[in-house]
């Protein structure tokens, strides 16, 4: 009987060390979206390499649906590196203590080869878009598997192959790729659909802008919806269009123009509607749906869609993006 009870008890203290061991072992296995974050992206002379052009769809899929604050926590995981996202983002706080016409010329001189400063004195990107900066470093340029991408302050994306490249070797060499990147910083009207010339896909860039104002006109908020494709791989299948809106910044009515202000971002709906190349350009892919709140931001503010197979060749819809600022912003139309 003693050694029945001996044995009983040595059987009940193996299980035991396997459980435990089990659970230390559950408790250090990443899940599948921290192990992609973490094993197919690094970082490589101040700029971010990606493993392949996979990982980095995955990845921006996942990054470009944080909030700001969780965009700062994934940045920072990365010693060494500094996105364009946060630079501009830090320039535009120190932008909204500007509050006379010599401190306005100090930082026009500071910072005139990094952002553009509007007529009306705001101020937007001069490199990139909204959903690039997330990625590229303070002199737009990241890498995806042996490929190297370069934004330019010439509103153009460089592709090449290669050692990195400086900006006088980019000049002087013709084995690269340069696709245009589209920047409207003119307002449009509201329109019932958004399409290019017949027989034609969009470019990289953005589709559409709107200004939208308070009703006291003291306060307003730019609306932007913007593409960005993604060339297939050795061009034997169709690339990827991502489409989504950018809440650039809320501005306040201040010294000299218009400066951005710490705010909160809403979303009540939003319902788009696709058409591609790949399937003749027969509807197929919509968008219904409300996104999360952001508050206590300093824009911009992605709100992201899913991406889809086709270059995109029609948008026709309806979205509504407010803030604090501006809680009575109507719905536009595209």
């Known amino acids: 009987m003693k050694n029945k009870f001996n044995l009983r008890c040595l059987i009940l203290s193996i299980l035991a060390v396997i459980s435990v061991s089990s659970c230390k072992k559950d408790a250090n296995v990443k899940k599948p979206e921290e192990k992609l974050l973490t094993n197919a992206v690094s970082i490589e002379n101040g700029y971010l390499k990606f493993r392949d052009q996979k990982a980095f769809d995955s990845i921006g899929t996942i990054i470009s649906n944080y909030s700001p604050k969780q965009l700062e926590a994934w940045e920072t995981s990365f010693k060494g590196f500094t996105s364009y996202r946060s630079l501009y983002n830090n320039i535009q706080k120190e932008y909204s203590e500007v509050n006379d016409s010599k401190a ?6 500071k910072y005139s080869e990094v952002v553009t400063i509007r007529p009306d004195s705001s101020i937007t990107f001069k490199l990139g878009t909204p959903y ?3 990625f590229m470093n303070t002199l737009g340029e990241f890498k995806v598997g042996d490929q190297f991408r370069k934004y330019t302050k010439a ?9 990195h490249r400086n900006e006088s070797e980019l000049k002087n060499t013709s084995d690269m790729t340069v696709v245009p990147v589209k920047r409207m910083l003119m307002t449009t009207n509201n329109t019932l659909s958004i399409a290019p010339p017949p027989g034609q896909s969009f470019n990289n860039g953005m589709l559409s802008q709107r200004l939208l104002y308070n009703g006291d006109n003291k306060r307003r908020v730019y609306i932007e919806l913007w593409h960005e494709f993604t060339p297939p791989e050795h061009l034997v299948a169709f690339g990827s269009p991502r489409l989504y809106f950018s809440v650039l910044q809320e501005l306040k009515k201040t010294f000299g123009g218009w400066r951005s202000n710490e705010t909160d971002y809403y979303s009540n709906g939003t319902n788009l509607q696709f058409t591609t190349s790949a399937n003749n350009g027969v509807p197929f892919y919509s968008f219904n749906g409300s996104f999360g709140p952001h508050q206590g931001v300093n824009g911009p503010v992605i709100y992201n869609m899913p991406s889809f197979p086709g270059p ?6 309806t979205a509504r993006f407010t803030t604090g600022g501006v809680p009575d912003a109507p719905t536009v139309y595209y």
């Open 104 to 109: 306005f010329d100090l930082f026009q001189k």
């Open 132 to 134: 690039s900066a997330i």
């Open 155 to 163: 509103n153009s994306l460089i592709l090449y192959t290669g050692a």
């Open 312 to 317: 995109c060749n029609s948008v026709t819809g």
